[in-house]
């Protein structure tokens, strides 16, 4: 990318040459896909792999990293549909971002002053550990601590592409003074990488959560830990990635975290920070992303003593997985009835899921309806008998809409007029890119199901369509 060279170093020019440059790589579309599809409480996997699949570059990055160590999963995963049900939403979405970012600026050139490889170990670092305290602490931000804490820095990304020779000024004053590169930026520049980040953040149209933390990261204060807690985590996650050596430029002399004023507030505000595993980040950014997941999760006890009672979703799913797999094989072989076989899926999903009913429905293209082959329990746990047993109402929605349906989704939808009570969930089956059929599950308690039950039931559903050409 080419370079620009201002004459002074006035606040003005820099924004005049921003504003003039037009050749930043944009987003890829992909990112605003999924950012839509996971703000949606009703998108399934199938939605969320097909538009990961519209972009077959990011499909080979997410395999690759997926089958390193990275995720240190006991078997290959040979597709996004396996990744998606392997590592969950979340972590794709982050993969997604990661891997999109780093595909635009890998090929940057290097520089004497300037490190592509450190400034993204900085960046990936404070993005890990800005979910670690989240999930430690207890607070959800709808995943978007993980994009703050990756492209917090990414003004200085811009600085050095556009303005080389003036940014060198910086590192050179920051060096000789012993100074923050930010502190350096105001001296020599006027400007500072907050704001440029800024600029980046409104050109890709980034949430507005996203471009708060890159422009406010440096000038956060205790009051924002209650008022603005995702700046405030991003800065505490920035400042304990530089304290383990994941910086962009090392500055001497930092002050012990613990004696931080936004680490005290926080300590106060969530007194689960008062835990954080500090002294063992260094390990926790070098483990295997669902090691330290695990071990986040832990209390300081379980951590001191290596037990691990907590076990993981992906070691859930991978059990469910492998037993729907030997049910398909069993299959294969003639070893096993259809109906013994889904008789034996409802028994695995019944260790997870709470459930008095479960209905199966196959799609009949010749006579336009869906076709019920298997049921156990009561319906009316969930819904109206007749319409149910027909295939019809909430059943009969997923099918038009091919998208998952919560019971506080059907209770406030108008087209399904069946009576709603207790829990209900319900999956559409797609094989390959074809609609095939529904899956339902129902209890007679209230408030049972919620997005891990959904996952598991979309898990259910892949092996069920693989299942479908053994019903006779």
């Not at 820095?153 to 004053?173: A, K, M, P, S």
């Not at 390990?283 to 006890?301: H, R, V």
């Not at 019944?350 to 199966?360: G, H, T, V």
């Not at 998208?403 to 989704?409: A, G, H, R």
Request: proline share 4%.
């Amino acid at each position: 990318m080419p370079t620009s060279k201002l004459d002074s170093k006035t606040r003005i020019e820099i924004w005049n040459t921003l504003k003039s440059i037009d050749n930043v790589p944009t987003m890829p579309s992909v990112y605003f896909k999924l950012d839509k599809l996971l703000s949606d409480p009703n998108a399934s996997i199938v939605s969320v792999r097909r538009a990961i699949e519209e972009d077959p570059p990011i499909v080979a990055k997410i395999l690759q990293r997926v089958n390193s160590g990275y995720y240190n999963l006991s078997r290959e995963v040979n597709n996004i549909q396996q990744a998606i049900v392997m590592l969950g939403l979340t972590e794709i979405y982050n993969l997604v971002v990661e891997l999109s970012i780093l595909s635009m600026f890998q090929n940057m050139k290097e520089s004497p002053y300037f490190s592509f490889d450190k400034f993204w170990k900085h960046s990936s670092g404070t993005a890990r550990t800005a979910s670690a305290i989240r999930k430690h602490i207890g607070i959800s931000f709808d995943n978007v601590e993980f994009t703050s804490g990756l492209l917090h820095d990414f003004g200085r990304l811009i600085l050095c592409i556009f303005f080389n020779e003036l940014y060198q000024t910086v590192f050179e004053y920051s060096e000789t003074n012993q100074s923050s590169l930010y502190d350096a930026e105001m001296e020599q520049l006027n400007f500072t990488h907050t704001e440029a980040g800024y600029w980046l953040a409104k050109r890709w149209h980034l949430p507005t959560e996203v471009s708060d933390v890159m422009l406010h990261h440096h000038d956060v204060t205790p009051k924002d830990v209650r008022e603005h807690p995702l700046r405030a985590i991003v800065y505490l996650a920035d400042k304990i990635t530089n304290l383990w050596g994941f910086s962009l430029h090392p500055v001497p002399n930092f002050d012990a975290i613990e004696e931080d004023p936004i680490w005290l507030e926080a300590v106060k505000v969530y007194p689960r920070m008062a835990t954080f595993p500090l002294d063992d980040m260094i390990n926790i950014l070098n483990m295997p992303i669902e090691e330290a997941d695990t071990y986040l999760y832990q209390e300081e006890s379980e951590r001191n003593t290596g037990k691990v009672q907590l076990a993981s979703l992906k070691d859930i799913v991978e059990n469910l997985i492998n037993g729907f797999a030997e049910l398909q094989h069993n299959l294969e072989e003639k070893q096993l009835s259809w109906i013994d076989a889904f008789v034996k899926m409802r028994m695995a999903l019944q260790s997870n899921i709470r459930m008095d009913l479960l209905s199966i429905y196959r799609w009949n293209a010749d006579a336009f309806k869906l076709e019920p082959i298997f049921t156990h329990g009561d319906p009316t746990s969930a819904l109206d008998m007749i319409n149910f047993r027909r295939g019809k109402g909430a059943v009969r929605w997923i099918m038009q809409n091919k998208k998952p349906l919560l019971i506080s989704n059907a209770e406030r939808n108008s087209k399904i007029t069946e009576k709603v009570v207790n829990s209900f969930l319900g999956v559409p089956i797609v094989t390959g890119n074809s609609f095939s059929g529904v899956m339902v599950v129902g209890c007679f308690q209230d408030g049972q199901y919620g997005d891990n039950e959904q996952y598991f039931l979309e898990v259910a559903s892949e092996y069920v369509g693989r299942l479908f050409r053994f019903v006779e």
